[in-house]
């Protein structure tokens, strides 16, 4: 058909793993699955800056596709009676045969909440560059921020990170953590160690339908976390990724000076057994 012609007219057609514009492809899959929306006929792309929506646009453009103009929509509404918050919202969608091959490649139709799908199975023989894209773009819309946390009574603090989580309608629950296992194997292969997939209750919809709630916890080690902000990182989302950049450059220099100290106390301890005092070894040690 014509969509047919025109991706291979971009040599998107036929598309395999070792694709050219794979990476592409799968950051922008890695959106739809959380920020993003894929309908019948279009596929959406909201954002939370200009930034990141006009770097999801490049990465349209750089395929051969001309996205729609970005919109912008100011939301204001009141959090218990009390706060009030606005929220700034970017958007422009694409259609065509773009939405047809991303469609076709596993990307879900629909309101998530409701569907039950997988992570896209061109992924599992893809390289491992291309499943970092997908995650990293995964991360930067549903992935929570690395941070730094301050320890009472200690001049060093410790990273955090959040869960990752996700809603799903109850009927769907086992689905859902279906997912989750996929998400999983995708995280350890880029060496990130996920600590166990559980769900806990979700919340009531408006049409009285319930949520569960699933969860990727992931091990809460300082290298896990530093390997999960620097292999991986937030794709589409500069308020993110900005941060993990410090915080990652924070875990680096942290390790470097406990392996340092490590080192130290070993070589301290050879000088000791070779049968040298404290004080020779403080004159050499400096």
Same mark, same amino acid.
């Given at each position: 058909?014509?969509?047919?012609?025109e991706?291979?007219?971009?040599?998107?057609?036929?598309?395999s793993?070792n694709?050219y514009?794979?990476?592409?492809i799968?950051?922008?899959?890695?959106?739809?699955?959380?920020?993003?929306?894929?309908?019948?006929?279009n596929?959406? /792309?909201?954002c939370?800056?200009?930034?990141?929506?006009?770097e999801?646009?490049?990465?349209?453009?750089?395929l051969?596709?001309?996205?729609?103009?970005i919109?912008?929509?100011?939301?204001?509404f009141?959090?218990?009676?009390?706060?009030d918050?606005?929220?700034?919202?970017?958007?422009f969608?694409k259609g065509?045969?773009?939405?047809?091959?991303?469609?076709?490649?596993?990307?879900?139709?629909?309101?998530?909440t409701?569907i039950?799908?997988?992570v896209?199975?061109w992924?599992n023989?893809?390289?491992?560059?291309?499943? %970092?894209?997908?995650?990293?773009?995964?991360?930067?819309g549903?992935?929570?921020?690395?941070?730094y946390?301050q320890?009472?009574?200690?001049?060093?603090?410790?990273?955090?990170?959040?869960?990752?989580?996700?809603h799903?309608?109850?009927?769907?629950k086992?689905?859902?953590?279906?997912?989750?296992?996929?998400?999983?194997?995708?995280?350890?292969?880029?060496?990130?160690?996920?600590?166990r997939?559980d769900?806990t209750?979700?919340?009531?919809?408006?049409d009285?339908?319930?949520?569960v709630?699933?969860?990727?916890? /992931?091990?809460k080690?300082?290298?896990?976390?530093?390997?999960?902000?620097?292999k991986?990182?937030?794709?589409?989302?500069?308020?993110?990724?900005?941060?993990s950049?410090y915080?990652?450059e924070w875990?680096r220099?942290?390790?470097?000076?406990?392996?340092d100290?490590?080192?130290?106390?070993? %070589?301290?301890?050879?000088?000791?057994?070779?049968?040298?005092?404290?004080?020779?070894?403080?004159?050499?040690?400096?």
């Open positions: 058909n014509h969509y047919t012609k991706l291979k007219k971009m040599e998107l057609l036929p598309f793993v694709n514009w794979a990476e592409i799968a950051r922008l899959q890695g959106h739809l699955f959380t920020d993003g929306h894929c309908g019948k006929n596929i959406e /792309f909201y939370d800056s200009l930034d990141d929506a006009e999801i646009a490049n990465d349209i453009k750089q051969g596709f001309e996205p729609s103009k919109s912008k929509k100011v939301s204001r009141v959090i218990l009676g009390r706060r918050v606005t929220n700034t919202t970017y958007r969608t065509g045969a773009l939405h047809a091959l991303l469609v076709a490649l596993g990307t879900p139709v629909g309101k998530k409701n039950s799908y997988s896209p199975e992924l023989h893809a390289e491992l560059s291309v499943k %970092r894209e997908f995650l990293s773009a995964y991360m930067g549903d992935g929570g921020k690395a941070r946390c320890i009472k009574n200690r001049r060093i603090g410790k990273l955090k990170i959040e869960d990752l989580f996700f799903k309608n109850v009927s769907i086992k689905e859902g953590m279906g997912f989750a296992n996929e998400l999983k194997s995708l995280f350890e292969s880029l060496g990130v160690k996920v600590k997939t769900t209750e979700g919340y009531m919809r408006k009285g339908s319930k949520t709630k699933v969860r990727i916890i /992931f091990s080690s300082n290298k896990n976390i530093q390997n999960l902000i620097t991986i990182g937030y794709r589409y989302c500069k308020s993110k990724s900005g941060l950049l915080l990652g875990l220099l942290h390790s470097r000076m406990i392996d100290k490590v080192n130290l106390k070993r %070589r301290i301890r050879k000088l000791y057994d070779s049968g040298l005092t404290p004080k020779q070894i403080s004159k050499i040690a400096n």
